[in-house]
């Protein structure tokens, strides 16, 4: 299976990905990879934002792993890349960055969503080691761990999901372009996407929809509305990571079961006064 992946807009991405069994009845496969992208992040001196990089990477790599029966699948791999960060808002003299990627991971992954759109049972789980060492191509060397969990339930027209994601850097610090973001719709939702990233990040939401409408014909478009409660921040040490410290998050959306895809119209708010607007054609970033 070759799969292709594109994203257009403010983080554009191209991912390709060919997934190859190693016989006609086996469960294990290889799967080599290339992974282009773009994104914004922002550079911090304490908890005061300094300046917005324009970062852009480059990656390629392998990957080995075996399925875990209908539902589940473990990856280990190797991979190589480079890029290059510029400084976008902020003082023209801070210094551009180019870097050199490379290193080992694992991934566990499990879904039992009974929808990839807009789920009404099931859990999602990922959990992920990079090993980042300059041996295998990398300028930095350091060890990171981050996973994700979220719970479906239903009733009716109403669904209830809740979502927790921690990450945090074992070994040595992490360069900033691997920090972990947070920022954007149902990631803080009165953050802008990515507005804070650290070495060390948490994320605890708690999303409510419910379908409006009934969907009867092949054009009809089923509809949700939908709230959402958030906290958490990112942490330059792991000893700064506390509930205190959390910063409470919130939305109001609606979403749409498209031919296209799902799509979204949402606000968001901070704590702090914060507000964004949102429009999403595609699945929410995770």
């Known amino acids: 299976e070759w799969r292709n992946d594109l994203r257009l807009g403010t983080d554009p991405k191209l991912f390709s990905e060919f997934y190859q069994p190693l016989g006609f009845d086996s469960r294990f496969f290889v799967a080599p990879h290339i992974d282009l992208e773009q994104t914004n992040i922002n550079a911090f001196t304490g908890d005061e934002s300094i300046a917005r990089y324009r970062l852009g990477r480059a990656e390629s790599g392998v990957d080995f792993g075996r399925e875990l029966g209908r539902v589940g699948e473990l ?60 041996s295998l191509g990398a300028d930095a060397q350091f060890e990171a761990l981050d996973g994700e969990f979220t719970q479906t339930w239903s009733r009716g027209k109403n669904t209830l999901q809740l979502g927790l994601e921690y990450a945090t850097t074992l070994d040595s610090e992490s360069p900033v372009q691997d920090y972990f973001p947070l920022g954007g719709f149902l990631r803080l939702s009165g953050l802008e996407r990515g507005e804070i990233s650290g ?31 958030e906290a958490g921040n990112v942490w330059q040490n792991r000893s700064d990571m506390s509930f205190d410290s959390m910063l409470m998050n919130g939305s109001v959306f609606a979403g749409f079961d498209t031919l296209i895809g799902p799509v979204y119209l949402a606000a968001g708010f901070a704590e702090r006064g914060n507000s964004n607007v949102y429009l999403f054609i595609g699945a929410p970033p995770r």
């Open 75 to 134: 990856r280990v791999g190797l991979y190589r890349g480079f890029g290059n960060a510029r400084v976008k808002i902020g003082d023209p003299s801070l210094p551009h960055l180019d870097f050199h990627t490379g290193g080992a991971f694992a991934r566990l992954r499990f879904d039992t969503f009974d929808d990839a759109r807009f789920p009404r049972h099931g859990m999602r789980s990922d959990i992920r080691w990079t090993l980042s060492r300059p």
């Open 199 to 229: 070495p060390h990040a948490a994320l605890a939401k708690l999303v409510y929809r419910r379908r409006v409408g009934e969907s009867t014909g092949l054009l009809d478009t089923p509809v949700y509305l939908g709230l959402s409660v």
